[in-house]
């Protein structure tokens, strides 16, 4: 995490504030990477009180039985009470920088010389849970535990839950940040990032599967106990996949499998079986599909995911309502989609309460909506199949996902496609299409469709304005090609919001494609980004904008809004920028949310309306 310090800031530079003490503590990469997370971590998903944990001043051990003081300072410190006697001492955590095996070394050690019965190893990628237990004639034994007790819960109790026992969370990033670590170290013969994304599809697909086929009252099958075999839970698992590609046999082929070994896939499961995946927030869950399908795409076709606050801003300016058929022509992990889903639903809700509808009313319309009025197209297969895993994930709406070229002639699409998207029938596009030069767009079939895919000459008689020619371009860049396509799929008095490099509308190189714009429709909007905001993985430098499909009129006063984001909530590096206050306020300097506002104000709230 970056600090952005205001002058007046009470921490020093190279400060943060311990979240269970509020004291200042030197922000190493310990600190910020591996103690705060795993504080919070028992906090807010493990209800462990504030009251009964210790971390400034640290709690300490003693080096030995004999030894008259304690010396082994404990990064935390959970105790049974609120007094935090040394007696009620319940679990110690250590979060160390070292390999797994120094941590089991000395965690055993903290146990030994303490009340502690529960220890967890955690470096800010992987962890460790380790149990204390006495036998016959006082000898201890240590074993690994699959998952942390919740507060008040026995250690016998792990893995027995009901499905009302599941918790909703907002850290699901950084649980399948510590998955995909330890799988990355652990698994053998499945190395590539993709092979992995998919794996982890199939298993939260049968986590999906059990929470929604269990009653409040039954224990969930997904589940790892104290001591259980992992040829148990590997079965158990199976089981649930074999069902799950029987429910959503449009997503999964029967070839489909689950290849992780049964001790690794005991760890993801012994992770995951706390949570609630259903009723967790939609942007958890793209989280947490982001710390595996992220790494699976880097760039080479173009694709990154688009920040989920610029989603937001952009859903938020163009309003979709219930009814509205909704498109991402380049879907790709389905982020738009589902953003937009989520807005839409909301309206539901609201109308429904208007209109006295009661809770199954409201949910068989949200079903009903997602079915039929939301559509993605996406050319890559993995991508494509995500973005219905995710669709079905959240309320379904997985039917209106297609693996296809969105730029091929309609002529040339799946026929199912072709039949339930045509041209002038889209009220409104979000897309963040593939760019750059490295994946150029060839052949006379694809490019004699685009008034883009032709070359543009100077007219004779107006040296300032560019005349389409009769003559292809041996090769054109897939964003302008996509922003014609997004237009030929818009009714009339549609709206779209697109992502495009920002060279489109500042290089003279493409003068003609801005000329041809204006004279085709409306540009409403657009605002520029900051060059952090595709970083660290690509420094290309974007907008976002806003257009209308109607015919401009010779208003030159016509207002076009603009706005420049100086701050995106990350830095280059991928870390937040946070602003501390002097009464000990944490800012997320992100300065998206504020567009959408400003656009309103300026634009009007009537914008979208027909006229």
Known sequence: MTDVLASEAPLRDGYIKDYISETPVRATPEEVDAVQVF??????????????????????????????????????????????????????????????????????????????????WFNGEE???????????????????????????????????????????????????????????????????????????????????????????????????????PETIHQRVLDLFSAVKKRYGDVFSKTDSIEIDPINL????????????????????????????????????????????????????????????IMDPACGSGGFLLVALEHVWRRVEEDGAKRGWDASRIDTERRYIATQFFKGIEKDRFLAKVTKAYMAIVGDGRSGIYCDNSLLPPSSWDPVLAKDIKFGSVDVIFSNPPFGTRIPIKGREVLAQYDLGHKFDRDKSDKARYVRSSKLVETQSPQLLFIERCLQLLRPGGRMGIVLPESIFGMPT????????????QIVGIVSMPEELFQPHTHAKVCVVFIKNVPPDNNRDRKIFMSVVEWCGHDSRGNETIRRHPDGREELLDDLPKVSPAFKRAMGQDIWQEK
């Open 39 to 120: 504080a919070r971590r028992l906090v807010e998903d493990l209800g462990y009180p504030k009251s009964h944990i210790q971390t400034r001043p640290q709690h300490t051990v003693r080096r030995s039985p004999s030894a008259s003081g304690r010396s082994y300072p404990v990064d935390i410190a959970v105790f049974a009470s609120p007094d935090r006697l040394e007696e009620d001492l319940a679990i110690v955590v250590e979060c160390k920088k070292k390999n797994r095996r120094d941590g089991r070394r000395q965690l055993e050690l903290y146990l030994s010389m303490s009340h502690a019965n529960v220890g967890v």
């Open 510 to 521: 493409y003068t003609h494609v801005v000329q041809w714009l204006r004279a085709r429709c």
């Open 127 to 229: 962890h460790l849970y380790i149990h204390k237990r006495y036998v016959e004639g006082g000898k201890v034994l240590f074993h690994e535990l699959p998952a942390l007790p919740r507060h008040g819960q026995r250690v016998e109790d792990i893995g027995r839950y009901k499905r009302s026992d599941l918790a909703a969370t907002q850290a699901l990033r950084a649980v399948f940040r510590d998955i995909r670590n330890h799988l990355a170290g652990n698994l053998t013969g499945i190395t590539r990032d993709e092979a992995l994304a998919q794996q982890i599809i199939n298993i939260l697909f049968c986590k999906v599967y059990d929470e929604m086929d269990k009653g409040a009252d039954e224990y969930v099958e997904f589940r790892a106990g104290v001591g259980e075999d």
């Open 266 to 325: 005991a760890y993801v499961v012994g992770e995951l079986q706390n949570y609630s995946i259903t009723e967790s927030t939609r942007d958890a869950i793209g989280d947490a599909f982001e710390v595996f399908i992220g790494p699976s795409l880097k760039g080479a076709e173009g694709q990154f995911f688009t920040p989920r606050n610029v989603v937001r801003m952009m859903v938020d300016v163009l309003q979709p309502k219930p009814h509205e058929r």
